[in-house]
């Protein structure tokens, strides 16, 4: 299959906005910080996987200076993030793709641990099957690959808590799909995460 692509969804490392619930531990510059350097790292995994086509989708809009400079940096091209919750704005930047490719994967920032293998497996089950989910640690999910992006997969989600994925799950099952699912991995959300990931404090200058 070709044409298809890969979403990168991220928000803007402004202090005070940025991972606010590693704050307590790292401090409003510090969680910012590593918001930016999380980012980078996973636009570098994205470019250097050779899927066909790069979108960063931005909140809260493209026009922070970090974004541009991702811009500049990556060969991706820049969307702002539209929706009331994090379901109606994935479901809204999946749609758009899907417009004009047979597969879109999205993939967040949370997961340092996200390798071009991961990607290139997810691709790979496209090509047979409906979805692929990558699952995590918490509940959720790191990775989601789709060729159709229903309403019924992204309402009602309880985001950030450990049902996200069992729900979604669910949903598909419900929908009579076929998917796959890719190891289990550590998102970075909380304080505590930061124990799976010893070198990332010192690789973002923590």
């Known amino acids: 299959m070709k044409g298809g692509r890969l979403l990168v969804f991220a928000r803007a490392p402004v202090p005070g906005k940025a991972k606010t619930r590693l704050i307590p531990r790292l401090g409003a510059e510090g969680a910012a910080r590593l918001q930016g350097h999380l980012t980078r790292q996973t636009l570098h995994t994205a470019c250097t996987s050779s899927l066909p086509g790069i979108d960063l989708w931005c909140a809260p809009d493209i026009q922070d200076p970090f974004f541009r400079k991702c811009a500049a940096d990556f060969p991706v091209t820049l969307h702002a993030q539209a929706g009331a919750d994090l379901g109606q704005r994935m479901q809204n930047a999946l749609q758009e793709a899907l417009q004009q490719a047979p597969w879109a994967i999205i993939v967040g920032t949370d997961c340092p ?93 923590l």
């Not at 089950?125 to 789709?146: C, E, I, N, S, T």
């Not at 998102?187 to 990332?200: M, N, V």
């Open 113 to 205: 641990g996200l390798t071009t293998t991961d990607l290139h497996q997810a691709e790979d089950v496209l090509k047979y099957r409906d979805a692929v989910l990558g699952p995590a640690h918490d509940g959720g999910y790191y990775l989601l690959g789709l060729k159709s992006a229903p309403r019924d997969l992204f309402t009602d989600i309880p985001w950030g808590s450990a049902q996200v994925a069992a729900l979604t799950r669910a949903r598909m099952h419900a929908l009579s799909w076929s998917w796959a699912e890719l190891r289990l991995q550590h998102d970075l959300d909380r304080p505590a995460d930061l124990d799976h990931f010893p070198k990332l404090a010192q690789d973002s200058g």
